[in-house]
Structure formats: structure tokens, C-alpha cells
């Protein structure tokens, strides 16, 4: 049998396929981030428990693996879920499906509830383009670093936030790209879901405290005319670098890290 890898419900315990519905109840090892939580989806739906959950999450995922390798190379029904979403996709997992694959042992993924697309759709920024970043950096100088990073980012961005350091991620966000369209997501699917919307300084003063509940965001592209003034200062300070004496690769690295220009567009400039 393949290991099964089964999106789950990232709110609402209605929002889950039938074909999930029927893995879970089938498996005989079905892995979880969280087993109180894995359990409560299965008595919402009516599936015996009946000993089959075992904890899967960051810290016992070696162990795990090397557990239930045996197990499915003899042809056991394993499931993987994550307490919200698809496992893998910033959450526990990838171990396991990379042993399996190096064992050949089929996987299949049983699709559905994915956080990152209902808040993208969700926050009317959506387009041609996306770029997951997962959680935000906890540190101030990464966010800074990436907050530049995206200032002539031409598409939407989607990030994870705890709901304690929102406040102070989105008021550096607001010091760094105050006019940049931006969507707070929370509670997607629940029964106070909210999707807050406007430029980056007013939703910042909107969270000036923790808000409660889960917390996806959605940064909308730089518009053209910043992509264009954000290209014209990178090429100058390209020039101003290489006429300093610095190797031309060293000086696109650098010039690339601080405003999201693309390094080779930048080595390019003047050659």
C-alpha cells in the first residue's frame, strides 16, 4: 500500500474530502501532529480511534521514520496528517516521504484544505504568481532583510504569523513598504473568520495588539512604478560599487540581497 499523504480541515471540520474520510477510516497507522486534535476530526465524522493514532511532529520524526519503514515495505495502510492542511507544506513530514521514495514505496497525496490558497484568494491580491515564505523570521533584522527583499517583488506573498508577534511583524512592514496592499487572515473557515485588507500602515494600526486565533498574511506585488524606481536605485548603487573597485559579482550579490533585483539582471548592467 502507499503511504497516504491526507489534507485535513484547516478550521471547519466539515471542509474534508471524501476520499480522506475513507483513507482514515481504512488505515491502520494513521500519524499525527497532535492526537487529541487527529481525534477530534475522527469523532466529528463518526471513525473509530481504536488505538491507530500515533504521534508524528518535529521531535520524534527520526524515530518515527525508522519505526514505520519496516511497516510499510511489508505493504502496511499508513495515513499522515497534520493537525491543519497538507503535511509537508510547513509541517511534519517530508522524512518520511523522502525514506519512502528512496525505498520505493509509493506515496500518494489525497488533496484538499490549504491555508496558504483560501487566504490568497480570500484577500482579492491574488494573480498570475505567488511566493510562500512560510512563517515569518522572529528576528528583526531578518524581517528588515526581507522586507527589501520584496520591495520590487512584482507578485503577491503569502506568510504564516504567530498571533503574538503579529503586531511587531506588521509594524516593520509598515516602517519598511508603508503604501504595500496587504491581507490579514484569521480564523480562516471558522466561525470568526476575518480578513483584514488595506496598505500596510493601516493594517498595522489596525493589530497594535495580539489578536487570537491563526494568522495567515497576504503581501500584494510592488507596483510598476516601484519596480522602476526600485531598478533605477539598484543599477546606480551597481555602478557606484563596481566604479569603487568591487568585483562585479561581488557588488550584484550585495545590491541583489538589499533591494530584490535580480542579481544577474544587476552583473548584467553596464557589461
Known amino acids: ?6 489534507a485535513t480541515p484547516i478550521g471547519n471540520l466539515e471542509d474534508v474530502t471524501l476520499r480522506v474520510l475513507e483513507e482514515l477510516r481504512s488505515a491502520e497507522i494513521v500519524l499525527c501532529e497532535d492526537t487529541r486534535h487527529t481525534a477530534s476530526l475522527f469523532q466529528r465524522h463518526g471513525i473509530a480511534v481504536a488505538g491507530r493514532l500515533r504521534s508524528y511532529h518535529q521531535h520524534n520524526e527520526a524515530a518515527r521514520v525508522a519505526e514505520l519503514l519496516p511497516a510499510l515495505e511489508a505493504g502496511a495502510r499508513v495515513a499522515l496528517v497534520s493537525d491543519a492542511g497538507l503535511p509537508t507544506i510547513n509541517d511534519p513530514g517530508t522524512r518520511l516521504v523522502d525514506a519512502a521514495i528512496e525505498r520505493a514505496i509509493p506515496v500518494t497525496v489525497l488533496p484538499g484544505p490549504s491555508a496558504v490558497e483560501t487566504a490568497l484568494a480570500a484577500s482579492g491580491l491574488a494573480g498570475e504568481q505567488y511566493r510562500f515564505v512560510g512563517y ?10 526581507l522586507w527589501a527583499e520584496l520591495a520590487s517583488w512584482p ?6 504569523e504567530s498571533p503574538r508577534r503579529l503586531p511587531a511583524a506588521l509594524a516593520s512592514l509598515a516602517a519598511a513598504l508603508p503604501a504595500r496592499e496587504v491581507a490579514v487572515c484569521r480564523e480562516l473557515t471558522k466561525r ?5 485588507r488595506g496598505s500596510a500602515s493601516e493594517v498595522a494600526a489596525r493589530f497594535v495588539d495580539p489578536p487570537k486565533g491563526e494568522i495567515t498574511i497576504v503581501l500584494g506585488g510592488a507596483s510598476v512604478e516601484i519596480m522602476s524606481a526600485v531598478d533605477t536605485v539598484a543599477a546606480s548603487a551597481m555602478a557606484e560599487l563596481v566604479a569603487e ?17 535580480s542579481k544577474n539582471a544587476l552583473y548584467n548592467t553596464g557589461l
Request: net charge positive; with cysteine.
Open 155 to 160: 507578485y503577491s506573498v503569502v506568510a504564516f
Open 136 to 145: 515569518l523570521p522572529r528576528r528583526a533584522a531578518e524581517r528588515d532583510a
Open 1 to 6: 500500500m502507499p503511504l497516504a499523504i491526507c
Open 245 to 261: 573597485g568591487f568585483p562585479r559579482r561581488r557588488a550584484a550579490a550585495l545590491v541583489s540581497r538589499l533591494t530584490g533585483v
Open 192 to 196: 470568526f473568520e476575518e480578513i483584514a
